[in-house]
């Protein structure tokens, strides 16, 4: 599986979000174990639509979406709620993806299904912001399923925002249970027609 270098992600972030779907997010565990998932729902911002942090301008609260493409840029939503996203685009322009739900092997299929509960999950905190992503600091994303396996990806709306509403940026796997949210009259799969995720198998 090839590792998701600066390069991948050094494009626009409506164009990488999509492409995350079927990646792996790793995060190395002690004796080498690790804990791995696969990206089944993402989202796009940018700096010159009114939902992206830095449509206003760069703040010490969004210092870290202006900066180094591959790197975590994580905020608190609500007071409550960690929130994983990766800078993309170019420095100095305010551009991440935000990684919505992940699904993992032998797990709950709701255990990372929505932005808190994944961040959960994989122990992150604001203390991991403006982490570069890569196996020297122990998080890292690589290329994963083969989408032709996977099937269908709904591309929608954004969700849980005020301003921009309209925008379709973004995407998740049809097949998968672990979709934080459907579009209306997309039903749940069963059990027994459902994707099920792979394991990370190393690099």
């Known amino acids: ?104 092997k032998g797990e709950n299929e709701r255990i990372a299904s929505g932005p808190g509960l994944l961040a959960k999950r994989f122990g992150l905190n604001r203390n991991f912001d403006n982490l570069p992503l890569s196996p020297a600091n122990d998080f890292w994303l690589t290329e994963g399923e083969d989408l032709t396996r996977m099937g269908n990806i709904v591309q929608t709306t954004r969700i849980g925002i005020s301003q921009a509403k309209d925008i379709p940026w973004r995407w998740y796997l049809q097949s998968s249970r672990s979709v934080s949210k459907r579009v209306k009259g997309d039903r749940i799969p069963p059990k027994n027609k459902c994707w099920s995720p792979s394991t990370f198998e190393g690099l």
């Open 1 to 104: 599986m090839s590792l998701l270098t600066k390069d991948f992600f050094s494009r626009p972030s409506h164009l990488v979000a999509p492409s995350l779907i079927g990646c792996f997010l790793i995060k190395r565990l002690p004796k080498n174990s690790f804990l791995s998932g696969v990206i089944v729902e993402t989202e796009a911002y940018s700096q010159e639509e009114a939902s992206c942090h830095g449509f206003s301008g760069r703040t010490k609260r969004n210092e870290t979406l202006f900066g180094e493409p591959g790197n975590f840029y994580i905020y608190i939503s609500y007071g409550i709620n960690s929130c994983i996203n990766i800078v993309t685009g170019r420095k100095n322009w305010a551009n991440g993806v935000l990684l919505r739900s992940i699904a993992i």
